[in-house]
Each structure stands twice: as structure tokens, then as C-alpha cells.
């Protein structure tokens, strides 16, 4: 029972601030957000951590795209 409660944390903590790629993703294909995680973790340990690269990458485009869209009009100066 307890190890399951801190699974759970742990879980929480990383959906909460690993930038949410995985379920971005998950969202746009119409996959299981375990599925694509795994795929990473598989490929990163298969070609020593190149997909990694790519998730910081989607985490980047992903947080400028959000920035990007709460910029407010010029109008509204």
C-alpha cells in the first residue's frame, strides 16, 4: 500500500513538471500517454539517449508556443 502512494507521487511530480510532451502527443495522435512514454525510454536507452534531444526539443517548442499565444495585441497599448 505504501509503495503504491509513493509511486503515485512520484507520478504526480513528473506529469506535473516534465513538461507534458508525452501527453501533447499522446493528445494529438490519439495514443495512450504510457505507450509514448515507454517508446521513449526504450529508444533512449537503445540509441544512448538521442530521443531524449528530441523531447527537450518538443518541450522547447511546446513552452515557446505558449508564450507565443499569450502575447496580447499592440492594440491593446
Not at 513538471?17 to 495512450?32: D, I, N, P, Q
Not at 518538443?58 to 508564450?67: G, I, P, S, Y
Request: hydrophobic fraction near 50%; charge should be positive.
Amino acid at each position: 500500500m505504501n509503495m503504491s502512494v509513493s509511486m503515485q507521487k512520484i507520478q504526480d511530480f513528473f506529469e506535473a513538471y516534465a513538461f507534458g510532451v508525452c501527453t501533447r502527443l499522446g493528445e494529438k495522435l490519439g495514443m495512450a500517454t504510457s505507450s509514448i512514454r515507454l517508446f521513449f525510454i526504450y529508444a533512449s536507452f537503445l540509441t544512448f539517449g538521442s530521443p531524449v534531444l528530441i523531447y527537450l526539443a518538443l518541450a522547447f517548442v511546446m513552452n515557446m508556443r505558449k508564450h507565443l499565444r499569450k502575447r496580447s495585441p499592440i492594440w491593446d497599448y
